[in-house]
């Protein structure tokens, strides 16, 4: 008779009876005719007293416990599909509202991150109820709550994290399903593939190139002398579009201002470097801006393929900033020619309210947006 290795036939039992090994020899350790339906060829088998205490598979097979509680292992499977019901529809919750508020996302996105949300909703509640899964949730005793690696991260990182969370979550429950709920991970195998086709289309969307007409720029020329802290007061005021222009600097150090720059751009302001291709693509900027004096936009474009080329084949208009008049009549007439985008251009001294200016134009700009979009929708 062959035997687990290390393991003697008659260990000293730990709390009354004797335990009893058997390995390909049941019959001869068995205290029962035939071998229990828990067991199978090649088991190892605990007897305490007489009765089978455990059974364990000898080949990569699942542990059994004769007589175990399975109502214990049933909530221990629930707790898990509990807490990922509650990360996925949660993460999916933060991509919509990232979507509906902050990018203005399109309706199509927005709609199908919601009824994937729902669906999911739906599908937990049909095959465990969602009153059952509250009932066994246990926080108080949970030992992971406290762990937390959040660390700082803008808008976009927030989406392709959860993004992340979502598809995690729907696999863990894909796969804790099949032991009490075999019908069910087929549900959540679907849904981890729809959440698939939707991230790729968000995604593309987020990082898309391009600029949404009406658009107020900022165009900023920088010197030696112009102090850093304008820069970012401007790309505070969140302008559509920054644009930072070299004035009379050598290129190294108009390099590590724009490099400076970069690290403090949102995602919902597109940078632009004024006639330099070259330091656009080396500061990872999303594109340059193109007057006659530059390289023709033809040029641009094999140096630069997919980023923003912006120049004046579109109605603009170039507003010195110390120039301008921020009175209602001065607003309605700029915005009845039909203008594409506004150029505020700063000059060498940049005025100390340029954050009022650039966020009373600005708030204009959306409105007439909006009123554009509304004129259009009309038409059709």
């Known amino acids: 008779m062959r035997r687990a290795k290390g393991v003697s036939l008659n260990s000293s039992p730990s709390e009354g009876g004797g335990y009893r090994w058997g390995w390909k020899a049941k019959q001869r350790f068995h205290p029962h005719p035939a071998p229990s339906p828990l067991e199978g060829e090649g088991d190892i088998v605990i007897i305490c007293s007489g009765v089978i205490y455990r059974t364990i598979r000898r080949i990569n097979a699942p542990v059994t416990k004769f ?109 804790y399903s099949r032991a009490i709920k075999p019908e069910a991970s087929s549900s959540f195998h679907n849904l981890r593939f729809k959440l698939y086709r939707i991230e790729k289309d968000v995604l593309l969307y987020i990082n898309k190139k391009e600029i949404h007409l009406p658009f107020l720029s900022v165009l900023l020329e920088v010197g030696r002398k112009t102090p850093f802290k304008y820069i970012k007061m401007v790309v505070d005021s969140m302008p559509d579009v920054l644009i930072l222009r070299s004035m009379a600097i050598d290129d190294g150090y108009f390099l590590k201002v724009t490099r400076k720059t970069r690290k403090i751009i949102p995602h919902n302001v597109k940078y632009l470097i004024s006639g330099r291709p070259d330091i656009c693509l080396i500061c990872n900027a999303d594109g340059v801006f193109l007057d006659k004096k530059d390289i023709p936009c033809e040029e641009a474009k094999k140096i630069l393929q997919e980023r923003i080329i912006l120049t004046d084949n579109i109605k603009i208009v170039n507003i010195p900033v110390r120039k301008i008049d921020i009175t209602r009549a001065f607003l309605k007439e700029l915005f009845t020619e039909g203008i594409d985008g506004i150029i505020l251009m700063t000059g060498k001294d940049i005025p100390k309210d340029i954050k009022t200016i650039i966020k009373i134009i600005k708030k204009e700009v959306d409105s007439y947006g909006r009123r554009r979009k509304e004129k259009t929708a009309g038409k059709e």
């Open 67 to 175: 007589g175990e509680n399975t109502g214990l292992i049933m909530n221990s499977i629930l707790r898990i599909i509990d807490a990922n019901f509650n990360r996925a529809r949660e993460g999916m919750r933060v991509i919509e509202d990232a979507l509906r508020f902050y990018y203005n996302g399109d309706a199509s996105s927005i709609r199908n991150i919601k009824e994937l949300r729902h669906s999911l909703s739906i599908i937990v509640d049909k095959h465990f109820g969602l009153t059952g899964l509250k009932r066994v949730r246990d926080t108080i005793h949970d030992k992971g709550k406290w762990l937390d690696t959040r660390s700082r991260e803008d808008i976009k990182q927030i989406i392709e994290r959860n993004f992340m969370r979502v598809s995690e979550a729907l696999r863990v429950m894909e796969e």
